[in-house]
C-alpha cells in the first residue's frame, strides 16, 4: 500500500510549486500530477462547477492506484475540499489549512492580509481556518485577478507586475497588515515583487512548504510513507496542450517536466 | 423562416461587442447570444478543444430554432468556422473574414498588424484571409494574452494597460505597418490605449461592425431579412456566473442585459 503514488492536482500549472515543495520533503514517494489545463482557470467559476470539476480530477486520480490527494489549487480547496473529503475515502488535503496555521504563527498584531483568485477570496476559507485557530486574528482578503496571467505571460518581475501589485495591495498596506498569505499556488513566482511593495514589516506566507509538511504527517499517521525509492516516478497528465504545459511549467518547477500525458476530463 | 431568431456565441463576453454592432446594423431581428463562461477563455486552448466547444455552442443554439449562426469569437473563427460549415447546413458566419477585407480596403503601403490571442494568431487566420484577397499584403500577427484580463479586471484605460500595450506593440511599431486589425472581441474597448501606442500613422481595423454587414448581406441573399419587428427579443444564455456575466457585460454591450439563462454546455 505505501508503495502506491501520491496524486497532485491543480486547474493548471499552479499547483506545480506545491509539488515542487512534496518533491523536497517526501523525496521517496512516487507522484502522479494532474493539470486541469483545458478548463484553466477555475478562479472566476462558480462553487458548483469548481466541485464538478474537482470530483472528475479526483476520480481520474483514482484510475492512477493512488494512496493520498492534495488538491493543490487554493480555488478547488476553498470551495469543494470538504465536499471531496465527504465523498472519497483516501486521505485528501488541501492548501488553505497549512496556509491558515503557519499564518497564525508568524502574525504578531493580529491582523493578516490573504490575497488569491475571485473564488479563494469570496468563499472566505482562510478567514473561517484562521478563524477556528485564533478567533481574535482579523483577516482582510483581496482578490487579484491579474496576478494569474501576469505570472503566465513570464511578466512576473517587471514594471508592470508592481504596477498591478501595487494597485491591489495598497488597500492591504492601509489596513497595518503584519502577516500576508499567498493563496494562490502561481502567487510564489511574484514574492519579489510582492514583497518590494508590502515593505519589510509584512511576512509573506506561502502555504505550499507546509502543506507538503503536513502530507507527511499525514501519510505517517496512515503508515503510507515510503521509506525508500532510489527511482522515484513523476507522471503528468494534463487536459490541454502538453507542449505549453512543459514550457511554462519547467519554470515553476525548477526541473525538467518529461511524461506529459493527454486526458479526456469530462469523462471522469 | 424570416422571423426566427439569429444565433450568436462567444467564448464569454467579448462577443458582445459584436452583437452591439449586430444591434444596430440589423435593429428587426430576434437574436439569442450564448457565452461559453464556464470554458473562456479559447485563446490558449488546442484545435481540438476549440473545435469541440464551438460544434456544442452551435448545438445548443439549434435548440432555439435560429436561422443563422454568427461565431463573434476570432478564437473559434479561426480555428473551426470552416469545420462548422462544413458540418451544419444552417449559415454560419465568422468575425476573421470582414476584418480582413476591411483591413485590405484600408492599407495603403501594404504591411498589416493583427493582434490577438494566441489561438488566433497561431492559427494564421487573418495572414490567410488577407492574402486570398492580395497576396502582395505582408501581414504581421501579434498575440496579446493579457489584454482580455486586462479588459475584465476594467483597466482597459490605465498607466497599467498602456505599458502592457507599449511591451506587445512596439514590435509591431517596427515593422511600418499602416493597419493593425483588432482581432479579439474584447480589444475595441482598449482602442484609446492601443491608438495612444501606434500613434495616428496607423488605422485601427474592428471586425465586429464589418460582421454585421456581412450578416446583413447573407441573411438578404437567403431571403431572411426580418422587415419589421417593433420589440425585438434579446436572449441570454451563459455556461457560468450570470451574475458576473451581467456585471461586466453591460459595460461591453452599453445597454442593461436581462434575461440570462444557465446552460449546461457540455451536454450538448
Known sequence: MENKPIGVFDSGIGGLTVLKEIMEVLPNEDIVYFGD???????????????????????????????????????????????????????????????????????????????????????????????????????IGKPCPLFVPIVEEGWADTDISYMAASRYLNDLKDKNIDALVLGCTHYPLLMNTISKVMGSSVTLVNPARETAKDLKNVLMKENLLRDQNDNPKYEYYVSDGPDKFKQIGENFLKKEIDNINLVEIHKY
Open 37 to 139: 489545463t483545458a478548463r484553466v482557470p477555475y478562479g472566476p467559476r462558480s462553487k458548483e462547477t469548481v466541485t464538478k470539476y474537482t470530483f472528475q480530477c479526483i476520480n481520474f486520480l483514482l484510475t492512477k492506484n493512488i494512496k493520498a490527494i492534495v488538491i493543490a489549487c487554493n480555488t478547488a480547496t476553498a470551495r469543494s475540499l470538504k465536499l471531496a473529503q465527504e465523498k472519497y475515502d483516501v486521505p485528501i488535503i488541501g492548501v488553505v489549512e497549512a496556509g491558515a496555521k503557519t499564518a497564525v504563527n508568524v502574525t504578531k498584531n493580529k491582523r493578516v492580509g490573504v490575497i488569491g483568485t475571485e473564488g479563494t477570496i469570496n468563499s472566505k476559507a482562510y478567514e473561517t481556518e484562521i478563524g477556528k485557530i485564533d478567533s481574535n486574528i482579523n483577516t
